[in-house]
Nanobody, 123 residues
Framework: VQLQASGGGLAQHGASLRLSCVAS????????IGWFRQAPGKEREFVAA??????VYADSVKGRFTISRDNAENTVHLQMNSLKPEDTAVYYC???????????????????WGRGTQVTVSS
């Protein structure tokens, strides 16, 4: 499966953005889809994931971000509300069909990755 993330951009503190991850060459409903982000000088970190084990969020985004699926469009969205400057990063979507519950937040457990989309939040 190939993944393409889009929807990033520049937003002010408190604003919202919606990222999209479009899948091709595979049916997104058969995959666990995860969102990760990487800020300059930092390691890639887990943001959210949705799949057969349900949905999980990083504590830093819980209550502000929502992951959702549009199976008809073969797309997974990440709605980001109440954005903060510390949300600034390149955001990536990833997919796997072989995750277990405990590995949903582990980037190394995902075997398909899309190119990232930059999100910049100004203070």
């Amino acid at each position: 499966v190939q993944l393409q993330a889009s929807g990033g951009g520049l937003a002010q503190h408190g604003a919202s953005l919606r990222l999209s991850c479009v899948a091709s060459g595979g049916t997104v409903r058969t995959y666990t889809i995860g969102w990760f982000r990487q800020a300059p000088g930092k390691e890639r970190e887990f943001v959210a994931a949705n799949g057969r084990h349900g949905t999980v969020y990083a504590d830093s985004v819980k209550g502000r971000f929502t992951i959702s699926r549009d199976n008809a469009e073969n797309t997974v969205h990440l709605q980001m509300n109440s954005l903060k400057p510390e949300d600034t990063a390149v955001y990536y979507c990833a997919a796997s069909q072989r995750l277990i519950l405990s590995t949903r937040t582990d980037a190394s457990a995902y075997n398909y990755w899309g190119r990232g989309t930059q999100v910049t939040v100004s203070s």
